[in-house]
């Protein structure tokens, strides 16, 4: 059927034409033998990436704290909760290139695993959630091939041997599964959990001492030659919690942690090719348990093969710890971001009701309702502008990376901790003092959009930077004691701006 017209004919009045099968469609592809499109002829006809991994045989599926040694074929799940790179020297073509000695935790117990590998390593990370298939569980007594926190071990090598296999899950991680402390029970107290300050004062000697603290700031990483010749890489961060800080250490194949990159290099999980994301200062939450310690005078953390490291583990502690540190950055920012979505400026301008304050007015019902968001008008007079010194003092604009106050006469500037570029905006504080009949509000303390800053300095604010010195005094002379309407919102949450006061606009 369908080789002579007529044929075609009846057909097509049973069947009007579909959007995939109309003529013009037809046309374009020459002939359509099977029904399949082109784009899955294309996909079929691709190179396939290779072989996923298959078991060969039944694997029974275990907790950790269910594992014990001898020849069985098992499969567990866990966190990679530490990372040593082991000294190797490959003997023949075959053999492995290195080894990672990993430990391995669930929420019932840790294990180590010895992974050989013959060209490089999957991109492990510390919190890596994995998947490990093997036919046999070692005890690795004698504290060489294993450590103490995890005394049994399994050894693998993949790309030789098929009966044993590493999976690392970064797409199917989604961040929730083991993620509980050992020993974690809801609603008591972790054991062994101290302060940094109590850790440093003496905690540090007991045994399988833990520590919960925030990273700060991440430092560069390096690239540091041993006195042996032989190269490491090394990141320093710097972690707090609310009673101290310390620097932590991470040598090695640990070095790569804390940075987010594209995980392309896993020659185990070729699928995996997304981007994951780093530790984040201010963020990140780290547990450890028993770090190594150096006390000079300040506290140096590293970690030893005992240490086990739980990265945003999931416990009251933790966010806690997470909400103070937020808190703390905001009350301590040099120029936080202008809060985006919370204001509405159609409304202080078009709105029915439109309130002019005094700062009096503002400051009490701020204090008589903590948690609102109000906004409105406020008619100050600037009585101090600090644009002349602060140019001088090459401090135009501000902001902050690495938890350090970040200043230039420009838009960008290089942080000196991770040597990134930062954006920096108009330093708030070259508007000092503005006070109305009822009161005075402090320098620092208006933030502006860049909108308030246009209508403000009648320029952008990158236009300061074209001014010369005589211009300069002349704008500061204008905005001196004008009188200016500000219109302004008003958050109690302090993890937005930092409980300043947001200037949407400024009218002159
Ligand atoms: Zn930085």
Redesign the pocket.
């Known amino acids: 059927m369908g080789g002579n017209g007529k044929g075609d004919a009846s057909i097509h009045a049973f069947f009007p034409p579909t959007p995939q099968s109309s003529p013009v469609k037809r046309s374009a592809t020459a002939h359509i033998g099977d029904g399949f499109t082109a784009d899955e002829l294309r996909t079929a006809l691709q190179p396939k990436p290779a072989e996923p991994w298959q078991p060969p045989s039944e694997y029974t599926e275990s907790d950790i704290r269910d594992l014990y040694p001898g020849p069985k074929a098992v499969t567990f799940m866990g966190r990679v909760c530490n990372l040593f790179d082991v000294a190797n020297t490959p003997k023949t073509p075959r053999s492995a290139k290195g080894c990672v000695k990993l430990c391995v935790k669930d929420e019932t117990g840790a294990i180590t695993v010895r992974l050989w590998y013959a060209d490089h390593m999957p991109a492990l990370r510390l919190g890596s959630l994995v998947s490990i298939w093997t036919n046999h569980i070692s005890n690795g007594e004698n504290g060489t091939l294993s450590s103490a926190s995890a005394p049994l071990y399994a050894s693998l090598f993949p790309e030789r041997d098929r009966s044993c296999h590493l999976m690392l899950h970064e797409n199917s991680d989604n961040g929730s599964m083991h993620k509980k402390p050992l020993g974690f029970r809801k609603g008591q107290p972790l054991a062994r959990l101290m302060t940094l300050q109590s850790f440093i004062d003496g905690g540090c000697d007991v045994l399988d001492a833990r520590i919960l603290v925030v990273v700060k700031?991440?430092g560069p990483k390096k690239r540091v030659t041993r006195k042996d010749e032989t190269v490491t890489e090394n990141i320093s961060l710097t972690v707090q919690d609310d009673t101290a800080e310390a620097t932590l250490g991470l040598w090695g194949s640990t070095a790569a942690s804390p940075l987010g990159r594209a995980v392309s290099e896993s020659s185990t999980n070729p699928e995996a090719v997304i981007v994951s994301e780093g530790w984040e200062?201010g963020e990140t939450i780290l547990l450890l348990q028993g770090p190594g310690c150096k006390l000079n005078r300040s506290t140096y953390l590293n970690l030893t093969s005992a240490t086990t490291i739980d990265v945003d583990p999931d416990i009251p502690d933790a966010a806690w710890l997470r909400h103070w540190s937020v808190r703390q950055r905001s009350r301590e920012a040099i120029n936080p971001p202008f809060p985006e979505g919370v204001f509405d400026l159609t409304i202080i301008r078009s709105g029915p009701v439109r309130c002019l304050y005094t700062i009096a007015d503002l400051d009490e019902v701020a204090r008589a309702a903590p948690t609102e968001t109000f906004q409105g008008y406020l008619s100050v007079l600037i009585t101090e502008v600090k644009l002349h010194e602060y140019r001088k003092r090459r401090m135009l604009f501000a902001g902050e990376?690495?938890s350090?106050p970040?200043y230039a006469n420009d838009v960008v500037a290089t942080?000196?901790?991770?040597?990134?570029r930062?954006v920096l905006r108009v330093s708030p504080k070259i508007i000092g003092q503005v006070m109305d009949e009822t009161a005075v509000v402090g320098p620092g303390r208006l933030l502006f959009s860049d909108r308030a800053w246009r209508s403000l300095l009648g320029r952008e604010p990158a236009g300061l930077l074209k001014l010369g010195d005589e211009e300069t005094r002349y704008l500061s002379d204008r905005l001196l004691f004008c009188r200016v309407t500000l219109l302004f919102g008003w958050t109690g949450d302090e993890s937005v701006a930092g409980g300043g006061i947001c200037v949407l606009d400024v009218i002159a």
Do not use: F, L, Y
Not at 415 to 420: A, E, I, M, R, Y
């Open positions: 700031s991440i200062a990376c690495c350090m970040v942080c000196k901790g991770c040597d990134q930062v």
